[in-house]
Nanobody
Framework: VQLQASGGGLVQAGGSLRLSCATSGRTVSSVVMSWFRQAAGKERQFVAIIGRTGSTYVTDSVRGRFTISRDNAKNTIYLQMNSLKPEDTAVYYC????????????WGQGTQVTVSS
């Protein structure tokens, strides 16, 4: 599975961005996919997940602001980020794993999101 993340950029606090993660090699509905982020000097943090059935979950710190979704026809998942805060600044990565796998075996290259105050 190959993953290509895009959509990052510089935005003011309160603004919005939509990240995309295009997949190839397998369909998005055949794997579990997630978004992670890593701020400078910090550990990588889980952000959101979408299961094979389309069920979703986002971490508490972004719930109500971020939404994960999937377009099966485009083999792409998205992370819609609204009401962005400076603390959302990080490199965002998409990742994929087989449903029963313990770890994510496939990672995109990361896309930088910078939120200015």
């Amino acid at each position: 599975v190959q993953l290509q993340a895009s959509g990052g950029g510089l935005v003011q606090a309160g603004g919005s961005l939509r990240l995309s993660c295009a997949t190839s090699g397998r369909t998005v509905s055949s794997v579990v996919m997630s978004w992670f982020r890593q701020a400078a000097g910090k550990e990588r943090q889980f952000v959101a997940i979408i299961g094979r059935t389309g069920s979703t979950y986002v971490t508490d710190s972004v719930r109500g602001r971020f939404t994960i979704s999937r377009d099966n026809a485009k083999n792409t998942i998205y992370l819609q980020m609204n009401s962005l805060k400076p603390e959302d600044t990080a490199v965002y990565y998409c990742a994929a794993k087989w449903e029963n796998a313990r770890s994510y075996d496939f990672w995109g290259q990361g896309t930088q999101v910078t939120v200015s105050s």
